[in-house]
């Protein structure tokens, strides 16, 4: 089975505090992504990577910014938190042209 | 800019009965298609895909597709409570890796 873990499951940063929430998978996926949910605004890709260093970014990567110096992990970084990236964030991982498999997802507060 | 579009619900559908959930696309080069479900307070876990026209079944689900109308559905037979969720409808084209997502239809089964 494959398994995508995050670091947190719940986190709770103050405003303009640096941010790091972190993505592991354990099937040798070449794609990860990183997506926000909110409520009626479905899910929404920050950033995507598509191999070790490689990144594209997605529909909303203003605020963010993303690594993948190992293949199995990849982090999102919020360089300096604000309250309206308050969200849940999710991870998800894929083998090239495949499904892809998502993390429980770490739940953000930043008051 | 690519759009997938689903009813939000809620969508109420006695226990037993069987349960159509839809999906519209706006890409006519969409090639793939997958249905996730996301029990509140979870992750979206992945249920079917679908590539070509026609009729997929995978025991009690069955997905259908039909690329000439930009529609895809998801048919759920002998529904169960715990079938209770949202349903998320996503697509990509051919040599994309990412997914466009619809913003969910909620399900409730009545007992």
């Known amino acids: 089975d494959v398994k995508v873990t995050q670091s947190s499951r719940y986190l709770v940063k103050r405003t303009g505090e640096k941010v790091f929430l972190e993505c592991v998978q354990d099937?040798?996926?070449?794609?990860m992504f990183w997506y926000r949910q909110d409520p009626g605004l479905g899910l929404r890709l920050i950033y995507f990577?598509?191999?070790?260093?490689?990144?594209e970014k997605g529909d909303i990567p203003e605020g963010y910014s993303v690594s993948r110096e190992k293949k199995e992990r990849f982090s999102l970084i919020l360089e300096s938190a604000s309250t309206n990236q308050t969200s849940m964030y999710l991870c998800?991982?894929?083998?090239?042209?495949?499904?892809?498999?998502f993390g429980p997802g770490t739940r953000l507060t930043v008051l | 800019q690519k759009e997938v579009e689903q009813n939000s619900g809620p969508l109420s559908v006695p226990e037993g009965a069987i349960a159509s959930l839809n999906c519209t696309y706006s890409?006519?080069?969409?090639?793939?298609f997958f249905w996730y479900r996301q029990y509140s307070g979870k992750s979206p876990e992945l249920i079917m895909f679908?590539?070509?026209?026609g009729d997929k079944e995978d025991g009690r689900f069955t997905a259908q597709l039909n690329k000439a109308s930009q529609y895809v559905s998801l048919l759920i037979r002998d529904s169960q409570p715990s079938d209770s969720a949202t349903y998320l409808c996503?697509?990509?084209?051919?040599?994309?890796?990412?997914?466009?997502f619809g913003t969910g239809t909620r399900l409730t089964i009545i007992p």
């Open positions: 890409d006519r080069g969409s090639q793939s």
């Open positions: 990577s598509y191999d070790v260093k490689m990144k």
């Open positions: 996503a697509v990509n084209d051919f040599g994309n890796e990412k997914l466009t």
């Open positions: 099937m040798d996926h070449e794609n």
């Open positions: 998800a991982s894929s083998a090239r042209y495949n499904e892809q498999f």
């Open positions: 679908i590539y070509s026209n």
